[in-house]
């Protein structure tokens, strides 16, 4: 069966409809009014009310059905022959005709049926897009009044109430609007016939058109190609549609594009930057050869200059491909690196790219720093290939690495160690001080060897600090700031020597010496020896807590931290100067009267005279009344410890002993009186 297309077109009003009819009936040929179905399209967006101006709003053009019988037009089921015509329509169609996705669809449907046998075909751009190639093309127009008064004749024989004024001014805004539209305009092809019915009579017109045809490709009605001669019970069935999925076959390859065979009314176009992901490929005849099958989508169908366009796609199956691929990486955690491409509205994370792949990163697993551009490091946690998704997260990955990095740290750090950290955090009862990876816990109270009430006192968070390490357990880490700082004793006895005078604060009072504070932390023995010259002296009451004290450093003990003190030494010691012996006979000056005995002090030191040492043994009353504070008596000196400071008199002896010698020299002067007697010895005495 031969396909010989004829393609009329012409502006409104220039009798095309009408003329076609005839001339198809003539030839037998199937006549296909285009403009019928535009106007179609029209009367259902009017009923719709949807906005004509708006190319979203054309989306029920999947959802209607078309269909000619017995010379009438069908929408939907419905005869709309005459509702078509009517003005509401006849104003808009223009609007409808000039949408793009009305004209591609459109397209569509016209390049089907004009493949159906022998057609003619008629509107405003059949033989300069639709059918390029046709067989015949012929180009019928009248002047601008004549058409008006066919169309307003046509109106009123319908039993329209319209003015021809009105009817001529529409045509004259039908012809500016067709003509200037940036989608297929209302032009006369280039080898298109021309022909003026101005002043012709339908008859005429289809008489030379018929001739025109017979003419151009002879006589060509057969038996066969009467089979079809009407558009009765034909319907335009649904074609390839945007996002649609199909295999297609490579029909030819540029560097830059390649077409493939889809069956459909043209070759499908791929373009290198929609075949492949690699952004380093420059050419597809690296990729693809001509008889190659290639699955691709739908991405775009429109008119080109000449003919129609199918544009496809593989970024898609591609990414989806890429997807499926994914899945290992999130079971084996696997690190991959991204680029930050754009941030989600409402703050709800970021867009990130691997490999040509979009995917996406919550804020909640976003670094705390994350820009436009960024490179990150990270693991997927979810793919779902289904819906092309998957969940990117830079913060479990910096988590995990830091964990790892932890550990590896932990197994490095002992105790006793001395290291250097930051303090990154306070609490009212300790600090943590964190090195690479690891935190260490350092308490109040290894902060300072002196107590601290307050840790901000003391330390601030971005504070470098040494600490050593004290404990080690359970993957914590416990730290001595005060280890590794010189103790207050070790402080103290820098600034100060043996044999330095010092004073200090009695903090305690112990049985064998006084606890001095000389500085905060720092005590010395006061030990009960060093604390006079007198060793009876009675410290325990003469010293109160709190009582200061001078004292000198006698001894220092560095190993132990021990300091000595002594309060003798900065004393006079009066013994230092006491040269006597037991026998030498003192004067004594009697400074108290005990019950004991004379207390006197003599040589410049203190001494003490008994009470049996004081009167003869047959001597009667008290010493008082003998005696009193302030006499001064001669004593012989009857025991002296000069380290102990006891130096014991007697007057008593003393007196015994002159006694004695008393009579010992009167012996001696009168040993050669033999004839003295006992009388005479004693009679100075006796009188």
């Known amino acids: ?49 949807v906005d004509l101006t708006v190319e979203n709003s ?33 104003k808009n169609v223009s609007q409808v005709s000039k949408m793009k996705v009305v004209r591609d669809r459109m397209l569509i449907w016209e390049r089907e049926l004009a493949s159906q046998g022998n057609i003619l075909m008629d509107g405003r751009d059949i033989g300069s897009v639709v059918l390029p190639k046709a067989d015949v093309k012929i180009y019928l127009t009248a002047s601008v009044e004549a058409r008006a008064k066919r169309r307003y004749d046509e109106l009123i024989a319908k039993g329209q109430d319209v003015k021809f004024e009105d009817v001529l001014n529409d045509i004259k805004v039908r012809d500016e609007k067709d003509s200037t539209r940036a989608i297929a305009p ?106 190659d099958e290639v699955q691709v989508e739908i ?62 990163m919550p804020q909640s697993q976003a670094p705390k720093k994350c820009e436009i551009g960024m490179e990150l490091e990270g693991i997927l946690l979810e793919v779902n290939p289904e819906k092309a998704r998957a969940i990117f997260s830079a913060r479990e990955y910096e988590n995990s690495m830091f964990e790892a990095n932890k550990q590896a740290e932990l197994a490095t750090i002992h105790e006793g160690d001395v290291l250097e950290g930051t303090v990154v955090k306070i609490l009212p009862f300790a600090c943590f001080v964190k090195f690479n990876y690891v935190q260490a816990m ?33 993957d914590k880490v416990v730290v001595s700031r005060k280890a590794v700082l010189p103790t207050p004793f070790a402080l103290y006895v820098a600034e100060h020597k043996v044999g330095e005078k010092v004073t200090g604060k009695v903090v305690n009072k112990l049985p064998y010496g006084i606890l001095v504070e000389l500085a905060p932390n720092v005590k010395g023995l006061l030990h009960q020896s060093e604390y006079s010259w007198n060793p009876n002296d009675n410290y325990q009451a003469y010293v109160k807590v709190d ?8 001894n220092i003990d560095v190993e132990k931290e021990r300091i000595s003190l002594s309060r003798k030494a900065m004393l006079d010691n009066p013994w230092s100067r006491v040269k006597a012996k037991v026998g030498d006979v003192c004067d004594c000056k009697i400074t108290e009267i005990t019950e004991d005995g004379l207390k006197v002090e003599t040589l410049g030191v203190d001494g003490f005279i008994p009470t049996a040492a004081v009167l003869a043994k047959d001597a009667k009353g008290k010493l008082e009344d003998f005696y009193a504070v302030g006499d001064e008596v001669k004593a012989i000196i009857t025991e002296i410890k000069p380290r102990e400071w006891v130096l014991r008199l007697s007057i008593r002896r003393l007196k015994s002993l002159e006694e004695k010698a008393e009579m010992q020299k009167y012996l001696d002067e009168n040993q050669d009186n033999s004839n003295v007697t006992l009388g005479d010895m004693f009679k100075d005495i006796l009188k």
Do not use: W
Request: hydrophobic share 40%; glycine share 6%.
């Open 299 to 360: 991405t775009e169908i429109k008119e080109g200059e000449v003919s129609g366009e199918i544009l496809c796609s593989r970024l898609r199956l591609l990414r989806a491909e890429k997807f499926n691929s994914l899945e290992p990486l999130v079971t084996d955690k696997t690190p991959i690196k991204v680029k930050v491409v754009s941030k989600v509205k409402d703050n709800k994370g970021y867009q990130v790219n691997y490999e040509g792949i979009n995917l996406f």
């Open 58 to 90: 054309y989306d029920f053009l999947d959802d209607i059905r078309l269909s000619y019988q017995d010379n009438k037009i069908y929408l939907n089921g419905e005869d709309v022959s005459q509702e078509i015509r009517e003005s509401d329509v006849t």
């Open 547 to 554: 009582d200061e004290i001078e004292v000198i450093i006698s």
């Open 1 to 49: 069966m031969s396909n010989i297309q004829v393609a009329i077109d012409g502006p409104a009003g220039s009798g095309k409809s009408s003329i076609c009819k005839i001339v198809a009936k003539e030839l037998n040929f199937t006549h296909i009014d285009t403009g019928a179905m535009f106007r179609a399209i029209t009367l259902y967006a009017l009923r719709e009310k």
């Open 442 to 474: 350092l308490r109040l109270s290894e902060i300072s060897h002196t107590f601290i009430n307050k840790i901000e006192d003391v330390l601030k968070v971005g504070d470098k600090v040494t600490v050593k390490v004290i404990s080690v357990k359970n």
């Open 186 to 291: 209302l032009k006369m092809a280039s080898d298109a016939i021309l022909v003026d019915t101005t002043n012709m009579t339908i008859a005429e017109v289809c008489a030379q058109i018929i001739k025109i045809v017979k003419n151009k490709v002879g006589s060509i009605m057969s038996q066969e190609e009467k089979e079809i001669t009407s558009m009765d019970e034909v319907e335009f069935g649904k074609r390839l549609r945007k996002g649609q999925v199909v295999t297609g076959t490579v029909v030819a390859v540029e560097d830059n594009v390649c077409y493939l065979d889809l069956h459909d009314f043209t070759e499908g176009q791929i373009y290198l930057d929609h075949f492949t992901l690699d952004k380093t490929q420059t050419s597809l005849k690296h990729l693809v050869s001509v008889g």
